[in-house]
DNA sequence: TCCCTTCCATACCGAACGGTACATAATTTT
DNA sequence: AAAATTATGTACCGTTCGGTATGGAAGGGA
């Protein structure tokens, strides 16, 4: 699909199209020497390095070296940087966060901000794994040149915040939360709550603690 | 008192202590050419940078061009660059962040917790300063070589929670909150808000919703 | 087997980084 | 007025940054 459009040598941004349709784990032909390493094995080191340096302090040396493979293997397989970033945002969002849609599955509001939350704090202090969270360490100042990092990120976040007030929409729908509860109120509430805990993780804030603040948190929820 | 140890060139992590006595605005008497530029107002400009840039985010370039100062009168003033972040740091905090302090001399938790987020609220989003706060998007990882940032402000926003735990110890000593309350808990929701609020703020959230965010959150206060 | 394509390894690029040497300007002290 | 002391301006240092040119290695198609 994306193959056709490119031949031979690629504009800087075209690369990570072209080479998406390998990349993704869709084993279409190939032609020519096939890639020596697991591209989403290799991004979810890389995942690591973003999470634990955020994205202007990993260095593409801490993060080839992480994912074991050199500089050109790296800018073949996902353009630059930047899009290795984006790339490793997307995959943490899909697997790391999985937790997150899991609760929306939940039978009512208070269920699923209760599992949200806790999850939350339990993926915040995984141990193994650097403490907090990606979408947050990930950057949050920006600005000069790498304020575009800050913005997706910020976009990515909001996206969950919008899954979450829909799911609260319709809890005030099936009466689950009062009528005149805001579900986007709700939902940016709930986030806050997310996010603060994910700075005190990254603080060292053991789960213990995460677990006692969303105790208190769950005491705002309005019941009907 | 601190002048009489060094002499001439100093080593790096003397220069600051050496400058102190007249940074701080203490007029000793001195000798040779003096100093061009107001060294608090320079600080104060060097803060908006690290504010909107981060520690990593702003270069020596950045910030020497906002203080209006060159790069040697810089380091002869603050030491070197981690210094200089430093020193920023403690001024953002006691001036910046004096509402904290007011806070916390309301008579009752509620008000002193209300008051808090509030006035977190508002400064979050002053209109002609960075969005956020810079205790946050100072440095949320680290790791490699800026550890001792991030360390260093999540040392500064663990001190503030420690001032709002004891101000609720006592309010729980006072009858004002319901024995067996534990502040400590209660201080880092509180401080959990804030901190999610400034992540919301640096993401472009507005003051309206900062505060929809805040009457939620206060909602899971105890009440006697 | 030969060719074509693609990947890997080394070595490098210009730019930007934090930090500094050095000469000169501006003061106070003697 | 001369000496001593400190700040400023310029120009530079070595290192690291993200990114790339190039040649050889490794596979598939004919």
Not at 123 to 147: E, K
Not at 184 to 212: C, F, I, K, P, Q
Request: proline content about 4%.
């Amino acid at each position: 699909m994306y193959r056709s459009v490119w031949k031979g040598t690629v504009a800087p941004s075209g690369i990570f199209l072209y080479r998406a349709v390998r990349i993704s784990g869709v084993t279409a032909k190939t032609r020519g020497r096939p890639r020596g390493f697991d591209a989403d094995a290799a991004l979810d080191r890389a995942i690591e390095v973003f999470w634990e340096h955020g994205y202007e302090g990993a260095s593409l040396a801490d993060l080839t070296d992480a994912m074991g493979i050199n500089r050109p293997s790296m800018y073949a397989a996902y353009g630059n940087k930047e899009e290795l970033f984006r790339r490793a945002v997307a995959r943490y969002a899909e697997y790391d966060m999985a937790y997150a849609r899991e609760a929306l599955a939940e039978p009512t509001a208070y269920a699923t901000v209760e599992k949200f939350l806790k999850a939350n704090a339990d993926a915040l202090t995984q141990p193994g794994r650097p403490a907090g969270c990606l979408s947050i360490q990930g950057g949050l100042a920006g600005g000069s040149d790498n304020g575009q990092v800050a913005q997706f990120l910020a976009a990515s976040r909001l996206a969950g915040e919008q899954q979450l007030a829909e799911r609260l929409a319709r809890a005030v729908d099936e009466g689950d939360l009062p009528a005149g509860t805001d579900p986007a109120d709700l939902a940016r509430y709930v986030m806050t709550v997310s996010e603060g805990n994910a700075v005190h993780a990254a603080a060292g804030a053991d789960r213990a603690r995460l677990y006692a603040t969303v105790e208190i948190a769950l005491r705002a929820l309005p019941r009907t």
